[in-house]
């Protein structure tokens, strides 16, 4: 079985729970409705293969033993064009929960990293940036990620770089509160507040104090250096998505792109998952 198969029989099951649409034929007729776990299914295909909607289509046509695993023939793919225009009826909520679920894949261990990176928007037009006012180049992007098992667990993007890294890892930590027993961070997310909040939500803090006054020494003293140097585990994955689902989306609108980033997450978890 091949790794491509072996990633479909993975994403169609966690599709159909996530939707709920399980029972529902993938193409209800030829030419007109899909299920949505069949479109959601075909998105990650899409960026697993890293191709366009178009060259997508064409590939899956020539590959009947992957569609027939989402419920389809080569008759009943979408057009491109249909497949695109369904990217828009995904809601973030749905992405949230593949990659909750995709995460599951590998038993998190509850510790957990987080740090930001940076994606480029593909390459577009003059005359098309300046006709929608385009002139964001780079999405920041949070990942909070295991330790042990190295799987994504959440992401956050953003198109500015405006407001404190310690808010929004009280934000993402806030989502996941009853899944973290500990979080590590590098000095960028140093905030006192942070660590306050962490603790009443039962998290533990691993977080080194900026050196201002001689107990600061103490408390990085009391820090689990173990868990603490297990933080550059979030620039191992990074590297590692960029790598082998590139470093940019395709998308053009920013809701578009922050609903692509999430499924690039989930579709990184289950290829690591399916290659263990």
Same mark, same amino acid.
């Given at each position: 079985?091949t790794?491509?198969?072996?990633?479909?029989?993975?994403?169609?099951?966690?599709?159909?729970?996530?939707?709920?649409?399980?029972?529902?034929?993938?193409?209800?007729?030829?030419?007109?409705?899909?299920?949505?776990?069949?479109?959601?299914?075909?998105?990650?295909?899409?960026?697993?293969?890293?191709?366009?909607?178009r060259?997508?289509?064409?590939?899956?046509?020539?590959?009947?033993?992957?569609?027939? @695993?989402?419920?389809?023939?080569?008759?009943?793919?979408?057009?491109?064009?249909t497949?695109?225009?369904?990217?828009?009826?995904?809601?973030?909520?749905?992405?949230?929960?593949?990659?909750?679920?995709?995460?599951?894949?590998?038993?998190?261990?509850?510790?957990?990293?987080i740090?930001?990176?940076?994606?480029?928007?593909?390459a577009?037009?003059?005359?098309?940036?300046?006709?929608?006012?385009?002139?964001?180049?780079?999405?920041?992007?949070?990942?909070?990620?295991?330790?042990?098992?190295?799987?994504?667990?959440?992401?956050?993007?953003?198109?500015?770089?405006?407001?404190?890294?310690?808010?929004?890892? @009280?934000?993402?930590?806030?989502?996941?509160?009853?899944?973290?027993?500990?979080?590590?961070?590098?000095?960028?997310?140093?905030?006192?507040?942070?660590?306050?909040?962490?603790?009443?939500?039962?998290i533990?803090?691993?977080?080194?104090?900026?050196?201002?006054?001689?107990?600061d020494?103490?408390?990085n003293?009391?820090?689990?250096?173990?868990?603490?140097?297990?933080?550059?585990?979030?620039?191992?994955?990074?590297?590692?998505?960029?790598?082998?689902?590139?470093?940019?989306?395709?998308?053009?609108?920013?809701?578009?792109?922050?609903? @692509?980033?999430?499924?690039?997450?989930?579709?990184?978890?289950?290829?690591?998952?399916?290659?263990?």
């Amino acid at each position: 079985m091949t790794q491509i198969s072996r990633f479909t029989g993975e994403i169609v099951p966690i599709a159909q729970r996530v939707t709920g649409d399980g029972d529902e034929s993938a193409a209800t007729f030829r030419g007109g409705g899909f299920a949505d776990y069949a479109l959601v299914s075909l998105h990650c295909l899409r960026i697993y293969l890293d191709a366009s909607y178009r060259m997508t289509i064409g590939l899956l046509k020539e590959m009947p033993q992957i569609t027939g @695993e989402i419920g389809l023939n080569a008759a009943d793919l979408p057009s491109p064009s249909t497949l695109c225009k369904a990217f828009d009826r995904i809601e973030m909520s749905i992405c949230r929960v593949l990659l909750r679920q995709s995460a599951q894949l590998h038993d998190p261990s509850k510790h957990a990293a987080i740090d930001a990176t940076f994606y480029e928007r593909s390459a577009a037009s003059r005359h098309y940036c300046q006709r929608i006012s385009y002139r964001v180049q780079k999405l920041k992007v949070t990942k909070l990620v295991d330790t042990d098992t190295q799987a994504v667990l959440d992401v956050h993007c953003s198109t500015n770089r405006e407001g404190s890294d310690a808010d929004l890892a @009280e934000q993402i930590a806030r989502r996941n509160a009853g899944d973290l027993r500990s979080l590590a961070a590098d000095k960028g997310y140093e905030k006192q507040a942070l660590r306050e909040a962490l603790r009443e939500l039962g998290i533990r803090p691993l977080i080194k104090h900026r050196i201002f006054a001689p107990y600061d020494h103490a408390h990085n003293a009391r820090i689990d250096e173990q868990r603490y140097n297990q933080r550059s585990m979030t620039e191992t994955v990074n590297s590692a998505v960029k790598r082998s689902l590139g470093f940019a989306v395709r998308a053009r609108s920013w809701f578009r792109e922050f609903h @692509e980033i999430a499924l690039m997450c989930v579709v990184y978890n289950i290829k690591r998952a399916v290659k263990q």
